[in-house]
Structure formats: C-alpha cells, structure tokens
C-alpha cells in the first residue's frame, strides 16, 4: 500500500495561463503536485522536490518577459541539482534553453495528432519504454528546438524537427502526451489559422488518433518511475 511518505513530491511550474493545464497533469502523474504559476513569479524557494514538471505556454522563450529568466536559472539550477525534470512543449523548449540549446520561431505551425519517430538512442531509454515506434501526439508549437544542449541525446523527430531529447536525468518533449480530446479541440480553435485547417485538425481529434495517443501516455509512468529509482538510488546513498 502507498503511504504519503512513499508519494513522490514534484513542483509543477505552470506557464500555461490555461485552467485545463494543471487537470490534465493531475489527471496523469501519479504523485503530489505542489504547483507554481511562473508566469506571476510564483517559483519555488528551493529544491526540496523529488522533480520537476515545466508545462506549455502561450509565450515563447526567447521573449522579454520578466519570468521567464528566473524560471530557466531554476530550471538550470534544479538540474544542477540533479533533480529529474521533464518539459513539455513550452517546456521542452525552456529545458533545452536552461541547458544551453538554441530555440527559435518556425514560420509555421505544427498542430494536430501526429506520428513521431523515435531514435535508435529511445530503444533503451527509460522515458519511451514500451511506447510504440513511431507513437502518436497531439502537437501545437509554432517554436522548436533547433540545437540540442551540450551532451544531449536526441530521442524522437518528424519532419517539423526535434521531438525529444535527454540529458542526464532531464527530458524534453516538444509534443502534449497530457492532452485529452477536449483540451485538443480547445487549443485547436483558439488557433489564428485558416477555418480550413482548423476544420482539418478537428477531424483528426478522433477516437482512433486518441486511443492512439493513450498509449503514449505510459511515459507519465515511466518518468515517475524514474523519479522513484533516484530518490531509492539517493536514500542508499
């Protein structure tokens, strides 16, 4: 039986502005989420966490936005720490930015479900154990990650560029594995895109691309598990 002791404690830093963020992500992770709005300079004073969630968001990183530089010295500082981090998207982009990577703007946008391949290097990493080959996700960026950080491995690509990545005990995915179909189609048509498209990427939200995604949600579990092996691997310590 799990105890409250046993529950892993992981600071969620919210840049999302989006009320069905923190839901998708309670919904998903199995652990204690202590949550920050980092877009209100809401972050946590130390890193007494066991890790460390970064979301999507509206704004990209390289904006003058007076949060977003304290949030990657965070970032920067929790992996120093050796903390496991995962970023998702908006997150993603602010992980590998933290860590010395380059994010810039597209030009366009990458929406909708969409198949991602992974590389030779996820056949043994703990995040995408078990995930299909290539996996489905829901996808919304219209920024990506076009130089990985120092030493960092990539993990997953399509044709809009870099979908994953890891470093030590960090990951960054540039895809939503949190999203649920409601959230999809919200996010979808709050988009500035051509009714068209728009219409397109509706169609797709789809029972059969959703039951797809689902199985690409194990890497919520496989990320806690990992988070587990740490803290085991520093008690012993």
């Not at 992770?29 to 130390?46: M, S």
Request: net charge negative.
């Amino acid at each position: 039986m799990t105890t409250a002791r046993d529950r892993l404690r992981l600071a969620l830093l919210d840049a999302s502005e989006s009320e069905h963020t923190r839901r998708n992500f309670r919904r998903e992770l199995d652990a204690d989420l202590v949550e920050f709005e980092v877009t209100a300079n809401e972050r946590p004073a130390d890193f007494d966490f066991d890790g460390v969630i970064v979301t999507g968001s509206r704004t990209s990183v390289y904006w003058d936005r007076d949060w977003i530089r304290p949030l990657l010295d965070y970032v920067a500082t929790a992996d120093d720490a050796g903390l496991p981090i995962l970023g998702v998207c908006y997150g993603h982009q602010a992980l590998a930015s933290a860590l010395g990577g380059r994010v810039e703007g597209m030009g366009e946008c990458e929406i909708g479900y969409r198949e991602i391949d992974q590389t030779a290097a996820a056949s043994d990493d703990e995040l995408f154990a078990g995930l299909d080959d290539p996996f489905t996700a829901f996808t919304t960026h219209s920024d990506a990650v076009t130089e990985l950080p120092p030493d960092a491995e990539l993990l997953a690509e399509n044709d809009y560029g870099i979908h994953a990545f890891r470093r030590g005990h960090a990951w960054g995915v540039q895809f939503h594995p949190e999203y649920d179909r409601d959230t999809a189609a919200r996010v979808t048509r709050g988009k500035d895109l051509p009714e068209e498209r728009i219409q397109s990427v509706l169609d797709g939200i789809d029972a059969a691309n959703y039951d797809a995604a689902c199985r690409t949600k194990r890497l919520f579990e496989n990320f806690t598990d990992y988070v587990r092996q740490v803290r085991e691997t520093a008690v012993v310590k």
